[in-house]
């Protein structure tokens, strides 16, 4: 991004937030919460002020924590030569078939370029991890990625083809959910058999 753009996202994403009413604190502790890492508020303080430059990446992470969709900021900021591209949008996985309804999807989500080839876009029903990705959200899977590492949020299916989305946690083995609503419980796992779908990668918060 030239100059120009690189202020006009931080002035955008600025007022983003303040319309949301988060502090700079508040937002950094979200988007920490989101995606397992640490953000400072310094960080999002010169991302506001232009003071350094921003990602696509960022912008989606920011965005995500905001609940708006990146195109309020992308649309209106970015170079569209090549910022984004599209990834099959698939319902309900049917009978564990997921790869036969990827190549049969007929509806796209935009995702940031960087975005595995191979990747896809679940619509999230249920509230078991809202703290994340509230329902309605879409869910970017990356297949390749079936690795399981402590503390990354993964898509999985079980013996009987259900599919769900929680956080891996590996001592003991279980898949965690991260939710406002405590009737939702950790699942054990090791003692039924599991698919690994793919590594959740990021979340696309609905409006």
């Given at each position: 991004?030239?100059?120009?753009?690189?202020?006009?996202?931080?002035?955008?994403l600025?007022?983003?937030?303040?319309?949301?009413?988060?502090?700079?604190?508040?937002?950094?502790?979200?988007?920490?919460?989101?995606?397992n890492?640490?953000?400072?508020?310094?960080?999002?303080a010169?991302?506001?002020?232009?003071?350094?430059?921003?990602?696509l990446?960022?912008?989606?992470?920011?965005?995500v924590?905001?609940?708006?969709d990146?195109?309020?900021?992308?649309?209106?900021?970015?170079?569209?030569?090549?910022?984004?591209?599209?990834?099959?949008?698939?319902?309900?996985?049917?009978?564990g078939?997921?790869?036969?309804?990827?190549?049969?999807?007929?509806?796209?989500?935009?995702?940031?370029?960087?975005?595995?080839?191979?990747?896809?876009?679940?619509?999230?029903?249920?509230?078991?991890?809202?703290?994340?990705a509230?329902?309605?959200?879409?869910?970017?899977?990356?297949?390749?990625?079936?690795?399981?590492?402590?503390?990354?949020?993964?898509?999985?299916?079980?013996?009987?083809?259900?599919?769900?989305?929680?956080?891996?946690?590996?001592?003991?083995?279980?898949?965690?959910?991260?939710?406002?609503?405590p009737?939702?419980?950790?699942?054990?796992?090791?003692k039924?058999?599991?698919?690994?779908?793919?590594?959740?990668?990021?979340?696309?918060?609905?409006?």
């Amino acid at each position: 991004m030239i100059k120009d753009q690189i202020e006009a996202v931080g002035h955008r994403l600025r007022e983003l937030r303040l319309e949301k009413g988060y502090t700079l604190e508040q937002l950094a502790a979200k988007i920490s919460a989101q995606n397992n890492e640490v953000v400072h508020f310094t960080t999002l303080a010169k991302i506001e002020k232009s003071m350094r430059t921003i990602s696509l990446d960022w912008i989606f992470k920011i965005c995500v924590a905001l609940g708006v969709d990146p195109g309020e900021v992308l649309d209106q900021q970015l170079d569209r030569q090549k910022p984004l591209r599209t990834i099959p949008l698939i319902g309900q996985i049917a009978a564990g078939n997921w790869r036969e309804a990827v190549l049969d999807s007929t509806e796209l989500a935009a995702v940031p370029v960087s975005t595995s080839s191979s990747a896809f876009a679940l619509e999230l029903v249920g509230d078991s991890m809202d703290l994340i990705a509230p329902p309605g959200s879409l869910i970017v899977v990356d297949p390749e990625d079936g690795d399981l590492r402590d503390g990354k949020v993964y898509a999985i299916m079980n013996s009987e083809h259900e599919a769900t989305f929680k956080r891996f946690r590996a001592d003991p083995m279980r898949l965690e959910p991260v939710s406002s609503n405590p009737d939702h419980k950790p699942i054990p796992l090791g003692k039924v058999p599991f698919t690994v779908i793919g590594r959740v990668i990021y979340s696309i918060a609905a409006l």
